[in-house]
């Protein structure tokens, strides 16, 4: 089955405790995007990477960091949470485009982080 | 730089009534555009896109029309059942030359609930 997979889906941690979220795609998928949900701001894209060793900034890459090693792993690294990324982070992958970006977006279940 | 506007909501309706979630967007180019929809629990699934003017999207009932004159893409249904109750997304991608990577520009979601 087609299929983005994050782990964990729920974490409570501390400020300043570094943490890593997995995100992995079995679709082959050349793009990944990390995005987080925050109430009245929709989806906001943090990270994402075109392909192996290829990673750039999103609308909102502070605080995070992320590494494509594999072409199907794009895991979210928080090196010293703060409270303001308590937030539902989402994982999604899509194929090439072929001039046009009209692909559709997979995405994984989600990882609900609270920083207390 | 691109964004996505859709109605406030949460929106609340009984079982068979009609439904209608705006959208409008701005962007520099040509955009595609998309809506996604959250089940409680669940990752964003696409529900439907379109690609140029005047396309029409269609799925589960859901249908929605891209009019680049007014850069809108309002989703209607027009029987809406309980098991529509989620969250619905509007969003644009946007070619930004060469090979499309397929970032998504969300809007901030509608919450839909269908009462029996």
């Known amino acids: 089955e087609a299929q983005v997979t994050q782990n964990p889906r729920y974490l409570i941690t501390v400020t300043g405790k570094k943490l890593t979220v997995t995100c992995s795609q079995n679709?082959?998928?050349?793009?990944m995007s990390w995005y987080r949900q925050d109430p009245g701001l929709g989806l906001r894209q943090i990270y994402y990477?075109?392909?192996?060793?290829?990673?750039d900034k999103g609308d909102v890459p502070e605080g995070y960091k992320v590494s494509r090693k594999e072409k199907r792993n794009f895991p979210l690294i928080l090196e010293s949470p703060s409270p303001n990324q308590t937030s539902l982070y989402f994982c999604?992958?899509?194929?090439?485009?072929?001039?046009?970006?009209?692909?559709?977006?997979?995405f994984g279940q989600g990882t609900r982080l609270t920083v207390v | 730089g691109d964004s996505v506007t859709q109605m406030e909501g949460p929106v609340t309706l009984s079982e068979e009534a009609f439904l209608t979630i705006n959208c409008t967007y701005t962007?520099?180019?040509?955009?595609?555009l998309f809506w996604y929809v959250q089940y409680p629990g669940e990752g964003l699934q696409l529900l439907l896109k379109?690609?140029?003017?005047?396309d029409k999207g269609s799925n589960k009932g859901f249908e929605a029309t891209y009019r680049k004159e007014t850069t809108s893409f309002h989703l209607e249904k027009g029987s809406v059942q309980v098991s529509d109750s989620a969250v619905y997304f509007c969003?644009?991608?946007?070619?930004?030359?060469?090979?499309?990577?397929?970032?998504?520009?969300f809007g901030q979601g509608t919450i839909l609930t269908v009462h029996p």
């Open positions: 379109a690609t140029k003017a005047d």
């Open positions: 999604a992958s899509s194929p090439r485009g072929r001039g046009y970006p009209d692909t559709e977006a997979f």
């Open positions: 990477s075109m392909n192996v060793e290829v990673t």
């Open positions: 969003a644009l991608s946007e070619w930004a030359g060469g090979t499309s990577y397929g970032k998504l520009t």
């Open positions: 962007a520099t180019g040509y955009p595609s």
């Open positions: 679709m082959n998928h050349e793009y």
